[in-house]
């Protein structure tokens, strides 16, 4: 009976109901201005500072006094908490605690172009900039007891519908009128890019939720310097309550959402853009980035979503559990500790639990991965009340600070402890059922005439069990407590049937004691003592070995997914920063057949030295090194070739390839959603790709912004981009655009037919030059004239046609029949604008005349043909014939798989055609460089270029041909014969963790199916609906 | 090459019914088909047959009496390639539904015959045989029982006259462990995969349809006709083979076993991306596989990036007989690649012989026509083919003559015109 402490309240929860001044009463009023004393305490005031024996006074709900030196009142309520905590209640920062469920419409099939919001607010259904969580709070008890059982005093909670999705607000976790229970009526401003409950189409992809984001706040900006209200109309200017709430929110905290960790990057990108750093509500996978991570400088709300165990007793299905899920099941309780170790602020949050309870299970699992006690503290209380703001009022313990606390059995983190009270604004609310006093422990016990025996008494509080202990035979008592009365059961070894027992509890003595009944309904009397053991020590060190136990666990790698690599073997988070100017690989390959694709030809028993990146020679015979780390590959009887370029690429594209929802979509950008870890982009490098041109799809006259990247497999999103490159649009002509083969209720939107599609273009390439003429005479405007002028609204789809019309931007356009390609020249040469490459072209051969003189390039399949109607007339000696009428002609894939065979697509042409080999060889090298003007850096093997080089086993048009190495900037991406380590390594660590996986079954825990998986992949048609639903 | 085409006219018989003159193929490089090679060949061809076939170095060669001579010295001869598995003929633009033929309403549907419907007037076709690809197994999808293949010519007036072996086989699609459910009310976008949960109720109705047939099949007076029942006649009495399309290992398992439950003589397991995991299986079975397009990205993320490529190699080595199909995306015009499958199996693991093997004898023998046709070797039909270089390889695959059944095929088409009226425009040679 160790801590025996009664804390039995006779003043019940009605008499603290917080007093609501402007509030009619009913019946007689009950002020109460009660000052509560809770003495000799050990009080955690906060992560850093801890009282030992001291006292904490509170009154109205407040905090008057905490400290040793504390003078009690007459007339207070003193709890006198010998041997027990006060911690500051828990905060969770992230919510949707009272707040109305959200309401999915089923739209059905057709098209929503406009907003379903009613009234005069913004054109996007997804930016609810105006729902204030204040005004549709709603208290629920029995929700917020799940809060309050596990420690919480106070939640932000907020409308989690939208993209924007207004503001939310703090409120304590008490019983009560709503009106004293918000602490902080508007909190934080919140973000996502989930479009929610919104049934507009547009945005149905991440990069249009990004384009959506960005245009709001530049719409804001604009808005808020428009002319006054008032004299608006006159102006011509319009009221937007959405754009109106949007500035208001900008004083805020402002939370963004995030559903992976690339997705943090891509907040902060949009963050740094308009000079905000978010509050980044986390994944629990930002430890497989943490540098990327670190320097957004962002602070983070962190869940402990753990993922379970799968089922992996059958090895056929466990192929289904990937890699990454396996090293995330192992790794995702070290994501806090990771956070701590990187001195990444961050509060952490029970959202994405998919049953709260396990909230205090997944603490200490995280616990036992090293996240240290106080950083779990901090993030509890602490660092949400900064993070929200309201650092005065919650987080601490300190006079004038909210009546918050929780009163504990001893250390928070420890399993053992007890939660036995919480308060909230002063108001106590009871965890644990403890009229009960804690019996649990060791007794002396006897009744009737019997000898002592040993009585042991453990459990949970409310579900006791007890054993009488003789000898090493056990006898288990049934034991039962309520308020200061025990009963105890148990049949005895020496008697037939059940001794009955009941008695009182003293806490001061430590004694139980009372009278009893045998089965034989003798009377008889009986009492226990309670003693001090060590048997505690004994399993405090058992614990610590299992820590150390669980603390092995496997490497982070990058990317974080099959053919990934660890970067460092000192750590486990670790990346090594790549500085190419201090870090650099030699290489010199000797006695190979060099394809330069420059005057040379080909050169055959070649010496090539590349190195800091760059081809530095090309000679008959270089000799050794002279870099002592320099590596030297024989080449004999193999070929080298510039890395393969890949035009039209739609590999390594997160959520969506189309924002297909309007006829032009010019302001979403595919550099916004890279995605570094598709597996893709290793496979392409299998094939020779180096560079990868990752286009917008097809489904809209006007696409989105291209993005080049180098395949740098291991690197970030920006890593990956091709530094200094020109950027490029994607257009697209026909039956995608025209939606001919989207099923039949797709007929709403313009253009349904290729007249249509010229207007499209015409009509925005007329706003275009309206808008570039607007923005050049407001830029030549001087600073005083601008502030009195009404102000230019950036317009980012205009802006990126303004830039195509001042050569800024090039256009790639899918493209299949004649006439179309006929209609798209004609409006450039009158526009004044030229199409850089069309992409398919499948009937260039049919306008090549044409072509040439506008100056086209084109990109083509090599020889498909018969999947629609449009590429009936699709011939394979379109290349050759291209190539023979002068113009720059590429093959390219629009095609995961495809794109690591084009050396295969090239040769095409040597038997489609006649073309000379190294003709065809360029079509994947040197051409698609030229078409995307990098050929002065890459696209042949020349000194001074990019290395970025193929071996090959073979002649690399042959189908024989087999990649032996990739390289880029002169580092090995891809090696057959580290390709094969990193197969047995793979196998190796998947075996290892199925394993554990295993063993943790075993202990009772519970597991999920794997389930297959397949990737999407995508090319031009892919349309994603609603994308975002998965999540 | 220009020349060579004049030359050949003389005899070119735009499809023709039989063969009328005599050919004898001079010189040639022969790839047999059967694993060897002549390098010097003298293949002779009367009545559509394969009359001889001599290794020059070894035997002396008598010149018979032959209409035409034609000299091969240097090029290469193979056996017209095979494509299993295929719906050449059954579609002809893939986004318009009216030119599409291969997948009929009903899950159960064994009486549902493809020769019918084969186009032989198919665009595609045409483009197809210039390749080397002379005979195909026009193949039913969907459902679940999807119906009765057929394996044609690809050169005929029309089905009748195309067809080379009627109703070879029935097609299975063996139901799925786990499928995807769709993301909308309307299943048009799907989304993440979960367990079939009516998967035990399909097996157990396929068992019980396939007790059954047999039973029907071996009653003496049928009350009432059952043309489903009639339809998979053949498979009990091993005149048809059960074509059991699966690609997972669990299912793989369950479709043998079901097929030697069921007492059904002949079985093929066609696609197959996980049978290197239960080759013993399959091997002891003697349940062969017709393996899914070669050139397919591996299943997942784990998998060895070349897995696909070198899948046929480990059936190989696993002594699994098996050959190449090119199932999949726009498979119809996808057809005339079917060579480079197997050039890129044999970059991968088997040798350029066995490759062939696999385009050629293997499928032959799979589908149950290797009495007849296959491989280069007398006594079967003259379906074969001349390329001036390695025809598994893009890069020198130039099919300049090729006969079916003894007939020259005319090798142009639409496309090829094409280009002739463009180059014309244009001025360019």
């Not at chain 1, 003693?531 to 820590?547: A, G, N, Y």
């Not at chain 1, 790698?557 to 988070?573: E, M, Q, S, V, W």
């Not at chain 1, 998947?990 to 295993?998: C, D, G, S, T």
């Not at chain 2, 394969?50 to 008598?62: F, L, P, Q």
Request: proline share 3%; hydrophobic share 35%.
């Amino acid at each position: 009976m160790k801590n025996l402490v009664t804390l039995v309240f006779t003043l019940l929860i009605g008499c603290f109901s917080l007093a609501q001044e402007t509030f009619p009463v009913n019946g007689t009023t009950n002020p109460n201005h009660t000052v509560y004393a809770f003495t000799n305490a050990k009080i955690i005031v906060d992560a850093d500072e801890t009282i030992d024996n001291a006292t904490l006074l509170i009154k109205d709900g407040i905090i008057i006094q905490v400290g040793t030196k504390v003078s009690i009142p007459k007339g207070s309520v003193i709890f006198d908490l010998k041997g027990k905590s006060i911690y500051p209640a828990l905060i969770d920062a992230y919510t949707n605690y009272g707040m109305p469920e959200n309401k999915t419409i089923y739209k059905g099939m057709l098209p929503q172009m406009g907003s379903n919001t009613k009234g005069a607010y913004g054109w996007n259904q997804a930016v609810k900039a105006e729902t204030e969580a204040f005004k549709i709070f709603a208290g629920n008890n029995l929700s917020a007891d799940e809060f309050r059982k596990l420690g919480f005093g106070a939640v932000l909670t907020f409308q989690k519908d939208g993209i924007v999705r207004g503001s939310g607000t703090i409120v304590s976790l008490a019983d009560g009128k709503e009106n004293l229970l918000i602490l902080s009526d508007k909190a934080a401003a919140l973000f996502s890019f989930d479009k929610g409950c919104s049934t507009q189409d547009y945005p149905s992809s991440l990069m249009g939720t990004i384009a959506l984001i960005r245009q709001t706040y530049l719409d804001a900006d604009w808005y808020k310097n428009q002319t006054p209200l008032a004299s608006r109309r006159e102006t011509g200017g319009e009221v937007n309550i959405s754009l109106e709430a949007f500035n208001n929110l900008q004083m805020l905290p402002q939370i963004f959402e995030t559903t992976d960790k690339f997705n943090v990057l891509r907040a902060d990108k949009i963050g740094k853009e308009f000079k905000i750093n978010y509050i980044i509500k986390g994944s629990g996978t930002e430890y497989q980035s943490l540098d990327d991570i670190k320097a957004t400088n962002c602070k983070f709300i962190i869940p402990l979503n753990f993922p379970i165990a799968y089922d992996v007793e059958d090895p056929y299905d466990a192929i289904n559990v990937s890699l990454t899920e396996l090293k995330h099941w192992e790794m995702a309780p070290a994501n806090p500790v990771a956070m701590e170790k990187y001195f990444i602020p961050f509060a952490l949050t029970t959202a994405d639990l998919k049953d709260k309870k396990d909230f205090w299970k997944n603490l200490r699992k995280a616990i036992s991965y090293g996240l240290s006690e106080k950083q779990a503290l901090r993030s509890l209380t602490s660092t949400p009340a900064e993070l929200l703001n309201i650092s005065d009022k919650l987080g601490k313990l300190k006079s004038g600070m909210i009546a918050n606390f929780i009163i504990t059995s001893g250390n928070l983190f420890d399993e053992k402890t007890i939660i036995y009270e919480n308060w909230i604004q002063g108001n106590p609310y009871k965890i644990n059922d403890y009229s009960t006093i804690d019996v649990r422990g060791n007794y002396d016990f006897a009744y009737g005439n019997k000898r002592l025996y040993q009585l042991k008494i453990e459990g949970e509080p409310d579900k006791l069990k007890g054993y009488i202990l003789i000898d090493t035979a056990k006898t288990p008592v049934n034991v039962i407590v309520f308020g200061n009365s025990v009963s105890l059961n148990f049949n005895p070894k020496d008697m037939k049937g059940t001794i009955r027992l009941s008695g009182t509890i003293n806490t001061e003595s430590l004694t139980m004691n009372g009278k009893g009944q045998t089965p034989d309904g003798e009377w008889l009397d009986w009492s226990a003592t309670f003693k001090l053991i060590t048997e505690i020590k004994k399993e405090s060190v058992k614990k610590d070995s299992v820590k150390k136990d669980v603390l092995k666990y496997g490497q982070v790698i990058y990317p974080f997914c099959a053919y990934g690599k660890p970067l460092n073997d000192r750590d486990g988070f670790n990346k090594i920063i790549y500085d190419l100017k201090t870090r650099y690989d030699a290489i010199l390959i000797k006695h190979v057949t060099v394809w330069t694709n420059e005057s040379e030809g080909v050169l055959k028993n070649q010496d090539v030295y590349i190195t800091e990146g760059r081809i530095v020679r090309i000679a008959d015979d270089i000799g050794a090194p002279k870099l002592a780390f320099a590596k030297v590959i024989d080449g004999t009887g193999k070929h080298l070739t510039a890395g393969i370029i890949d035009e039209h690429s739609h590999i390594a594209i997160a959520n969506g390839v189309n924002e297909s929802t309007q006829a032009s979509s010019s302001e979403v950008r595919i550099g916004d959603v890279i995605n570094p870890e598709d597996i893709n982009i290793y496979r392409q490098l299998s094939g020779g790709v180096t560079t990868s041109q990752l286009l917008h799809g097809s489904s809209n006259p006007i696409g989105g912004q291209s993005a080049l990247i180098k395949l740098r497999w291991g690197k970030s999103p920006e890593e990956m981009k091709f530094a200094k490159a020109d950027g490029f649009i994607k257009f697209a002509l026909g039956e995608n655009v025209k939606q001919s083969n989207a099923g039949d209720f797709s007929t709403l939107r313009f253009p349904q037919t290729r007249m249509g599609v010229e207007q499209v273009y015409y009509d925005y390439f007329t706003r275009a030059k309206e808008y570039d003429a607007k923005q050049k005479s407001f830029e030549a405007l001087s600073e005083k004239v601008k502030a009195t002028t009404t102000p230019f609204r950036r317009n980012l789809e205009l802006e990126a046609l303004a830039e195509i019309l001042n050569q800024k931007r090039f256009i790639t356009c899918h493209s299949y029949v004649q006439s179309e390609l006929n209609m798209l020249m004609h409006v450039a040469d009158s526009m004044g604008f030229k199409v850089n490459t069309f992409t398919h072209i499948l009937e260039g051969y049919k306008v090549a005349d044409k072509m040439k003189s506008h100056g086209a390039g084109a990109s083509s399949f090599s020889d498909w043909w018969a999947y629609k109607m449009e590429v009936q007339d699709a011939i394979p000696y379109n290349a050759a014939l291209l190539t023979q009428m002068g113009i720059t002609t590429a093959i390219n894939s629009d095609d995961a798989e495809m794109g690591r065979r084009l050396n295969q697509e090239a040769a095409k042409s040597v038997k489609y055609g006649g073309m000379s080999e190294e003709d065809a060889l360029k079509m994947v090298t040197l051409n698609p460089a030229k078409l995307l003007h990098i050929d002065k850096k890459v696209g042949s093997i020349k000194v001074g270029k990019d290395a970025d080089v193929v071996l090959w086993s073979d002649n690399p048009l042959s189908i024989y041909a087999k990649v032996e190495k990739t390289i880029i900037d002169g580092h090995i991406y891809y090696d057959t014969e580290e390709d094969l380590k990193l197969r047995q390594e793979i196998q190796k660590e998947r075996a290892r963790i199925i394993q554990k996986m295993l063993d943790e079954k075993k202990t009772g825990a519970a597991t999920q199916k794997p389930v297959v998986k397949k990737q999407k992949l995508y090319e031009c048609e892919s349309i994603e609906k609603e994308y975002l639903r998965e999540n | 090459m220009r020349k060579f085409f004049l030359l050949l006219t003389t005899f070119i018989t735009i499809t023709a019914s039989a063969q009328t003159k005599s050919i004898l193929l001079m010189n040639g490089i022969a790839h047999l088909g059967t694993d060897s090679v002549i390098q010097n060949s003298y293949i002779g061809i009367k009545n559509g047959k394969i009359t001889e076939v001599i290794d020059a170095s070894k035997t002396k060669v008598e010149l018979g009496n032959y209409d035409e001579k034609i000299d091969a010295t240097g090029k290469h001869i193979y056996p017209g390639i095979i494509s299993p598995n295929s719906t050449l003929g059954l579609i002809e633009m893939e986004s318009i539904r009216a030119t599409s033929d291969f997948k009929e309403v009903g899950s159960t549907l064994p009486n549902v015959r493809s020769l019918i419907a084969y186009n032989t007037d198919s665009k595609i076709i045409s483009t197809v045989r210039t390749n080397g690809v002379l005979l195909a197994q026009i193949t039913p999808r969907g459902g679940i029982i999807s119906g009765t293949s057929s394996i044609v010519k690809l050169d005929g007036w029309n089905w009748e006259d195309a067809a080379y072996k009627i109703d070879d086989g029935i097609h299975l699609n063996w139901p799925k462990m786990q499928i995807r459910k769709y993301l909308d009310e309307d299943n048009i976008y799907p989304g993440p995969y979960e367990k079939n949960k009516n998967y035990t109720k399909q097996t157990a109705d396929l068992k019980k349809l396939f007790f059954d047939a047999k039973a029907y099949n071996e009653t003496e007076v049928v009350e009432e006709k059952n043309l489903r029942f009639e339809a998979m006649k053949g498979l009990f009495n091993g005149t048809q083979t059960l074509f059991i399309h699966t690609d997972n290992a669990k299912e793989i398992i369950e479709a043998v076993n079901f097929s030697k439950q069921n007492g059904i003589k002949k079985t093929t397991v066609v696609g197959g991306k996980d049978s290197w995991m239960v080759t013993d299986l399959l091997r002891e079975n003697y349940i062969s596989v017709i393996v899914a397009r070669v050139h397919s990205l591996p299943e997942h993320p784990e998998d060895d990036v070349n897995l696909p490529y070198k899948l046929p190699y480990l059936l190989q080595q696993a002594g699994v007989l098996f050959c190449l199909d090119n199932s999949g995306d726009m498979e119809a015009m996808e057809t005339r690649n079917l060579p480079f499958m197997a050039g890129t199996a044999a970059a991968y693991g088997l040798t350029k012989e066995q490759a062939l093997k696999a385009i050629t004898l293997s499928t032959a023998k799979i589908l149950g026509i290797d009495n007849s046709t296959g491989s280069i070797e007398a006594g079967k039909d003259a379906t074969l083919f001349i390329s001036t270089g390695d025809v598994l390889d893009m890069r020198t695959n130039n099919v300049e003559l090729a006969f079916i059944k003894g007939i020259s095929i005319d090798l142009n088409n639409d496309q090829k015109k094409l280009y002739e009226k463009y180059k014309k425009k244009y001025d360019l040679k």
